[in-house]
């Protein structure tokens, strides 16, 4: 089965970290972007960060760079979001996402609804 599950979301303090995972089965990065978005309660989804499974290029939105980082382990199909300095704007579900192609800044360019989603982990950031 193709899919694609994040684990790793909980609730910690302001300035705290976390390190979100997302597990891909049933294809193999090569020629996809994977990517983590977030959507907070009552905003639009927004891509966080994106990167090539090509070269392993990432991209970060303006809000995150610096205290994210993104990484992969191709052997385990295995993304990983980490998550440092969290602040309560940083409160939000994040989902691990999957399209074919390449990233154009924290967003796979051919990313839609119709694309491989997880189901989301929830981070919760208390000040």
């Known amino acids: 089965e193709v899919q694609l599950v994040e684990s790793g979301g909980g609730l910690v303090q302001t300035g705290g970290s976390l390190r979100l995972s997302c597990a891909a089965s049933g294809f193999t990065f090569d020629n996809f972007a994977i990517a983590w978005f977030r959507q907070a309660p009552g905003k639009e989804r927004e891509g966080v960060s994106c990167m090539s499974g090509n070269d392993g290029h990432t991209n970060y939105a303006d809000s995150v760079k610096g205290r994210f980082t993104m990484s992969s382990d191709n052997a385990k199909k295995m993304v990983y979001l980490q998550m440092n300095s969290l602040e309560p704007e940083d409160t939000a579900v994040y989902y691990c996402?999957?399209?074919?192609?390449?990233?154009?800044?924290?967003?796979?360019?051919?990313?839609?609804?119709?694309?491989?989603w997880g189901k989301g982990t929830l981070v919760t950031v208390s000040s």
């Open positions: 996402a999957g399209a074919p192609g390449e990233c154009s800044g924290p967003y796979p360019i051919l990313i839609d609804m119709s694309s491989l």
